[in-house]
């Protein structure tokens, strides 16, 4: 079973030192835009120096060219994961793929279908889909395997049939997980880290559930047993 992957909701580098030194353990951690625009490269460097895989987390998307420039600096950072978003096209994948792992062999390059804070609504008026929410995740994670990618990010309530659809060994890595007792905030497809290995994901990726918790580390290990044993806890 995967480690749960621990959302740093963060803004500065002492928050994240002062979170990361509660716990004796290595953890697999997402840097996403927030934590990494406000500091750089220097917080990956900071993370892996305290022994911790991380998962970073932009979601490039931009012209094949664009997109593959920056992909090739990420490929340098010593990052496990890190993704792009399925709706800048296969070329642009594809370009992603090659400038990643030229630089980060072992990485692992996935791709965002929607956003778990999208809801059939706004798949058909937002975005004017000819496509439900499911056809469209569906559609995406096809393009990312046929592009070569090792998986992508859904929501958990899709991993069952992202794996039907493009093979056991394509990664779904799925955010929106919450505890019964938590806020949903802005999610919108969101099932508990039981339900999740139920529904056959992954990876879950946990925010606030963990960093907002009062015993982050009793929240964390509540979250792994759940995730690892398909058992609600109270």
């Known amino acids: 079973m995967n480690r749960p992957i621990i959302a740093l909701d963060f803004g500065r580098t002492e928050e994240v030192k002062h979170f990361l030194d509660r716990f004796s353990e290595p ?8 934590l990494y625009l406000q500091n750089g ?5 900071e993370i892996r120096a ?8 932009l979601k490039l998307y931009d012209i094949p060219n664009t997109v593959a420039k920056a992909m090739a600096g990420l490929a340098g950072l010593d990052v496990q994961m890190t993704n792009v978003h399925a709706q800048g096209g296969s070329v642009m994948m594809q370009r992603a793929l090659e400038a990643f792992k030229s630089g980060n062999p072992d990485g ?6 929607q956003l778990t804070s999208m ?19 569906k559609h995406y994670a096809g393009l990312a395997r046929a592009a070569g990618l090792d998986g992508v990010v859904s929501s958990p ?16 890595v799925t955010p929106g997980i919450r505890l019964q007792q938590d806020a ?5 497809r969101i099932v508990t880290p039981a339900a999740a290995n139920r ?10 559930s963990v960093t907002q918790a009062e015993d982050p580390v009793a929240r964390y290990r509540m979250v792994k047993e759940m995730w690892e044993s398909g058992d609600e806890l109270s």
Do not use: W
Request: glycine fraction near 6%; hydrophobic fraction near 45%; charged fraction near 30%.
């Open 27 to 34: 953890l697999f951690v997402k840097v996403g835009m927030e």
């Open 119 to 137: 809801g059939e609504r706004d798949v058909k008026d937002e975005q004017k889909s000819i496509l439900k929410l499911e056809d469209s995740v």
């Open 199 to 208: 529904l056959r994901t992954d990876y879950i990726v946990v925010g606030r």
């Open 108 to 113: 692992t390059l996935i791709a965002v279908t």
């Open 41 to 45: 490269p220097d917080i990956i460097k």
């Open 184 to 188: 949903k905030d802005d999610q919108v």
């Open 50 to 57: 305290m022994g911790h895989d991380i998962f970073l987390d």
């Open 157 to 172: 309530l899709e991993a069952e049939m992202i794996h039907a659809h493009c093979g056991a060994d394509f990664l779904t």
